[in-house]
């Protein structure tokens, strides 16, 4: 176990970056094209403006929160992403652990380099998600959600934001490829043409754009709806008019540009939260609402609850302690964000996650006006 102490979550980047491939740290880095949604996505926060009420009469913060019934420790999940085993050995199997450990969230990404009955098997009682992509093959589809059921997976957050890949220039210029020794496990484990190989370009875009359906529609969610039990959450809402047919249809929504990784120049996800929380405020008591995206500090946390989102996800924080410091990383991950929550609660006037709300926020700063 490592002594290394982080002041903040950024810090993991550079100690993942030693034990990381140029291959697998450019992955896990990168954004579409020229990064200009992957910047903002971090730099919206600082033009969010908190207000704070002062004498608030609080001895300490309770952080828990419930998602979807369920009751958290935190109010950050563990968003989708793929391939943790470039990150370290055990890859999804310490994920999944960590998550269990700190009473979270764990979403396992469809291109996990770990099947999901061994994430299941390691830590059955964990609040795991699975995340769907629709595979040309609807059977395909069909049979994986089917498997996340039996094995005990909680939901199914389905993404709608990459009907292609978006371009990644370092992949294309690295021909980025899974080292041989890993695999997609759960899609191989359906059908064998998953697999990543090195082409011309990045191989894992030839690999989307082979198997994954550019074409699939708002008939497809119903047609999940209308088979599976679990909740379904579209990952990947970015207005309010798609939110408010997301809730019409009876599905969570997960705010997301995909960490600026597909359509590059649209709003950051802090921008597009007021629109969203307006149009779908008829259905507040049924429909809950994510958000994920460049959230690095606790005020970022606290921002996204204040407009009323349930929860957030974090993506590369994640990836970069695991590969910092494996299972260790990613709790220490977990505790500075807590650590920053509470103080800025304090700071706040809050004392409970249902205590935060708009008040919270100075009006002129945030992005919509009728909220
Ligand atoms: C390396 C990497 C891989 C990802 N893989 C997936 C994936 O398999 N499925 C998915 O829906 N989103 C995927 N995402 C997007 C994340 O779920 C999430 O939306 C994003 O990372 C949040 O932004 P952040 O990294 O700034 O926290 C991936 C993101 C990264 C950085
Ligand atoms: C393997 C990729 C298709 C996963 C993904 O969604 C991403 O890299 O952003």
Redesign the pocket.
């Known amino acids: 176990m490592s002594d290394k102490k982080y002041v903040n979550v950024f810090e993991f980047e550079d100690e993942a970056k030693k034990n990381l491939t140029n291959n697998a740290y450019t992955?896990y880095r990168s954004g579409a094209n020229a990064e200009h949604t992957l910047r903002d996505n971090i730099d919206a926060y600082s033009r969010i403006k908190l207000n704070p009420y002062v004498c608030a009469g609080l001895k300490d913060i309770d952080l828990t929160t419930t998602v979807l019934g369920q009751k958290l420790s935190i109010p950050i999940g563990i968003a989708?992403?793929?391939?943790h085993r470039m990150a370290t050995p055990r890859g999804e199997l310490t994920t999944v652990t960590a998550a269990k450990k700190v009473g979270t969230i764990y979403t396992l990404?469809s291109?996990a380099t770990t099947n999901m009955e061994d994430v299941a098997k390691e830590q059955p009682d964990a609040l795991r998600w699975f995340q769907l992509?629709i595979a040309k093959d609807r059977k395909i589809t069909e049979v994986m959600v089917r498997e996340a059921e039996r094995l005990g997976y909680r939901a199914i957050a389905v993404?709608v934001d990459?009907p292609y890949?978006?371009i990644?220039e370092g992949d294309e210029r690295n021909k980025f490829t899974l080292p041989p020794h890993l695999k997609?496990e759960i899609l191989e484990s359906f059908k064998k043409e998953f697999a990543?190989k090195g082409k011309e370009g990045s191989g894992?875009f030839e690999?989307?754009k082979d198997q994954?359906d550019p074409a699939m529609s708002w008939e497809d969610i119903k047609w999940l709806k209308s088979f599976t039990k679990l909740p379904v959450i579209l990952k990947g809402i970015q207005n309010g008019e798609d939110a408010l047919r997301a809730a019409q249809l009876g599905v969570h929504i997960w705010v997301t540009n995909?960490?600026g990784?597909?359509l590059d120049t649209v709003r950051s996800t802090i921008d597009m939260l007021p629109e969203v929380m307006h149009a779908i405020k008829d259905y507040r008591n049924t429909v809950e609402v994510y958000v994920d995206g460049g959230i690095r500090r606790g005020t970022d946390v606290l921002k996204c609850l204040a407009l009323g989102a349930k929860c957030v996800f974090i993506g590369r924080p994640l990836l970069f302690s695991l590969a910092a410091e494996g299972e260790q990383g990613v709790l220490k991950m977990f505790e500075l964000f807590e650590k920053e929550m509470k103080v800025a609660m304090m700071l706040l006037g809050a004392g409970k996650i249902s205590d935060l709300g708009l008040k919270h926020l100075v009006k002129a700063t945030i992005p919509v006006s009728n909220l």
């Not at 989708?80 to 391939?83: E, F, V």
């Open positions: 992955y989708p992403s793929a391939m990404s291109l992509y993404t990459a890949l978006g990644r997609l990543v894992l690999m989307f994954i995909h960490g990784r597909q």
